[in-house]
C-alpha cells in the first residue's frame, strides 16, 4: 500500500497568513493526487484533485502543487471559514490511502 | 443536485453485522462507482473499497477483506456496505463517496453522504 505522510499535524495560523501542507507518498503516484477539507461532524470536500487542479466553487485562496512523491497544498490569506483540517488522498492504485490530517487552528 | 443520503445511525453488539445504505440522486447511478470510507472519532480517514453499480464489481481493501460487502440495487440507486464480525475497533462513521470521475483516473471523491454514525458496545 502506498503510504501518505501529512506534515505539520498541527499548524496555528492568524487570518490573513499564508499557510503551507505538505504531502509526501512513499512511491510515485504522478499527480494523482486529492486535497479535501473537513469540518468537525461534517464529511470531508474535495478542494484539489490531480495535484493542481481546482474543484468547482472552491476560493481561489487554495492552491495545490506537486508530483511524484511530494506535494503542497497552500491558502494564500488565510480566513475564518478555513480553519478546518486538511487531508490529502492517492488515486493513483488501489487501496486508495490518505494522510493523517492537518488541523489548521487559531493562533 | 447530486447527493448521496445515508441511513441512519447504528447501535450493534460485538459480533454482529451491520448493513448501512446510500441512496444516490441528481445523476445516473451507475455511471460512477461507489467507494466507503470510514474515520472513527480522533482518527484519519480510512478507505474500504469502492463498488462499480453497473456491473456490480468490487474492490476491497485488505484490512477488511473477509468482512466487508459491498451490493447496490439499481432500480432504487441505492449503494449497500455490510460490515461483519464487529468489534470495539470499528466504531466510526461510515461514509458513501461518489468518485470525481467515471473513468480512470478517477480524481478524488466529489460527493459525499452526510456519514452513518456505528457504535459497537455490550
Known amino acids: 500500500d502506498i503510504q501518505m505522510t501529512q506534515s505539520p499535524s498541527t499548524l496555528s495560523a492568524s487570518v490573513g497568513d499564508r499557510v503551507t501542507i505538505t504531502c509526501r507518498a512513499s512511491q510515485s503516484i504522478s499527480s494523482w493526487l486529492a486535497w479535501y477539507q473537513q469540518k468537525p461532524g461534517k464529511a470531508p470536500k474535495l478542494l484539489i484533485y490531480?495535484?493542481?487542479s481546482l474543484e468547482s466553487g472552491v476560493p481561489s485562496r487554495f492552491s495545490g502543487s506537486g508530483s511524484g512523491t511530494e506535494f503542497t497544498l497552500t491558502i494564500s490569506s488565510l480566513q475564518p471559514d478555513d480553519f478546518a483540517t486538511y487531508c490529502c488522498q492517492q488515486y493513483n492504485s488501489y487501496p486508495w490511502t490518505f494522510g493523517q490530517g492537518t488541523k489548521v487552528e487559531i493562533k | 443536485q447530486v447527493q448521496l443520503v445515508q441511513s441512519g445511525a447504528e447501535v450493534k453488539k460485538p459480533g454482529a453485522s451491520v448493513k448501512v445504505s446510500c441512496k444516490a440522486s441528481g445523476y445516473t447511478f451507475t455511471s460512477y462507482d461507489i467507494n466507503w470510507v470510514r474515520q472513527a472519532t480522533g482518527q484519519g480517514l480510512e478507505w474500504m473499497g469502492w463498488m462499480n453499480p453497473n456491473s456490480g464489481n468490487t474492490g476491497y481493501a485488505q484490512k477488511f477483506q473477509g468482512r466487508v460487502t459491498m451490493t447496490r440495487n439499481t432500480s432504487i440507486s441505492t449503494a449497500y456496505m455490510e460490515l461483519s464480525s464487529l468489534g470495539s475497533e470499528d466504531t466510526a462513521v461510515y461514509y458513501c463517496a461518489k468518485p470525481r470521475g467515471s473513468t480512470r483516473p478517477k480524481d478524488g471523491m466529489d460527493v459525499w453522504g452526510q456519514g452513518t454514525t456505528v457504535t459497537v458496545s455490550s
Open positions: 490531480k495535484a493542481s
